[in-house]
């Protein structure tokens, strides 16, 4: 006698293949390509966000002003001597160094050509740019800002600045380390505004050396007029910008 065949078998097998492809088709669905899209996309704005922040934090940490406190080691390839500044092979003293970061620093002039002209310099001493790191490059530019800024409120006249960099003994540096001039600019300041470049082509951190220099075809500013400052003088200067760049915004 032949066995009746069970219809147990195919009532299942129908409920597990529509439930099969119910699930294949949301997997597949336009509203769930769009909510794994959409998830992706969130999470790429939070790491990027974090990024943003991480990026943001490290800017601030190359261009805030470190005490002189952490800068008390003998290291000279990166221009420093129990807190003074080296630059080239003349020592800053640190009452003279106004903003300080892990790579860069600034102090006041010697022989300034206008008032508040300053110096920006990498704590690594080279003569070119080009031979600074990524890091080193971007600090520098970072603090030159960060002073200009400090500059502007310290002479509310100031309506320019001539930001130069010499890079190389052939473009007029007078000390074989990269730094960049930073000179608050007003109306009137120079009698023809180019002389202003015969004057950076003119200077030089001592008299002896800028007599040195071969004398350009243009007027340039009576040495009379740039003589050495007193130590005093320059560490009072020093100590106005500092107090401006650690003045709460």
Same mark, same amino acid.
């Given at each position: 006698? #032949?066995? #009746?065949?069970?219809?147990?078998?195919?009532?299942? &097998?129908? /409920?597990?293949?529509?439930?099969?492809?119910?699930?294949?088709?949301?997997?597949?669905?336009?509203?769930?390509?769009?909510?794994?899209?959409? +998830?992706?996309? &969130?999470?790429?704005?939070?790491?990027?966000?974090?990024?943003?922040?991480?990026?943001?934090?490290?800017?601030?940490?190359?261009? /805030?002003?470190e005490s002189d406190n952490n800068n008390n080691n003998n290291n000279t390839s990166t221009g420093s001597i129990n807190g003074d500044m080296l630059?080239?092979?003349?020592?800053?003293?640190?009452?003279?160094?106004?903003?300080? /970061?892990?790579?860069?620093?600034?102090?006041?002039?010697?022989?300034?050509? %206008?008032?508040?002209?300053?110096?920006?310099?990498?704590?690594?001493?080279?003569?070119?740019?080009?031979?600074?790191? +990524?890091?080193?490059?971007?600090?520098?530019?970072?603090?030159?800002?960060?002073?200009?800024?400090?500059? #502007?409120?310290?002479?509310?006249?100031? +309506?320019?600045?001539? %930001?130069?960099?010499?890079?190389?003994?052939?473009?007029?540096?007078?000390?074989?380390?990269?730094?960049?001039?930073?000179?608050?600019? /007003?109306?009137?300041?120079?009698? #023809?505004?180019?002389? %202003?470049?015969?004057?950076?082509?003119?200077?030089?951190?001592?008299?002896?050396?800028?007599?040195?220099?071969?004398? +350009?075809?243009?007027?340039?500013?009576?040495?009379?007029?740039?003589?050495d400052r007193t130590v005093q003088a320059m560490a009072d200067e020093a100590s106005m910008y500092r107090r401006l760049l650690e003045a709460p915004?």
């Amino acid at each position: 006698m #032949q066995k #009746q065949r069970s219809n147990f078998f195919f009532p299942l &097998s129908s /409920s597990f293949l529509f439930l099969l492809l119910a699930c294949f088709a949301t997997a597949f669905s336009p509203s769930s390509k769009l909510l794994g899209a959409a +998830t992706s996309v &969130s999470a790429a704005t939070a790491d990027n966000a974090n990024n943003m922040a991480n990026t943001d934090s490290n800017e601030n940490n190359n261009n /805030s002003c470190e005490s002189d406190n952490n800068n008390n080691n003998n290291n000279t390839s990166t221009g420093s001597i129990n807190g003074d500044m080296l630059f080239g092979k003349f020592v800053i003293p640190s009452a003279s160094v106004f903003c300080r /970061s892990a790579r860069a620093a600034a102090f006041v002039n010697l022989r300034p050509i %206008v008032p508040g002209h300053v110096l920006v310099v990498p704590k690594t001493i080279v003569s070119h740019m080009a031979d600074l790191d +990524t890091e080193d490059y971007l600090a520098l530019w970072s603090m030159v800002r960060v002073v200009q800024s400090a500059l #502007q409120e310290a002479y509310p006249d100031t +309506t320019a600045f001539n %930001v130069a960099v010499q890079d190389g003994r052939a473009a007029g540096q007078s000390v074989p380390h990269v730094h960049v001039h930073i000179l608050p600019r /007003s109306q009137g300041d120079f009698e #023809q505004n180019d002389d %202003v470049y015969d004057a950076l082509e003119a200077w030089a951190p001592t008299e002896a050396m800028a007599a040195a220099k071969t004398p +350009t075809d243009m007027a340039v500013p009576d040495d009379a007029d740039r003589i050495d400052r007193t130590v005093q003088a320059m560490a009072d200067e020093a100590s106005m910008y500092r107090r401006l760049l650690e003045a709460p915004e």
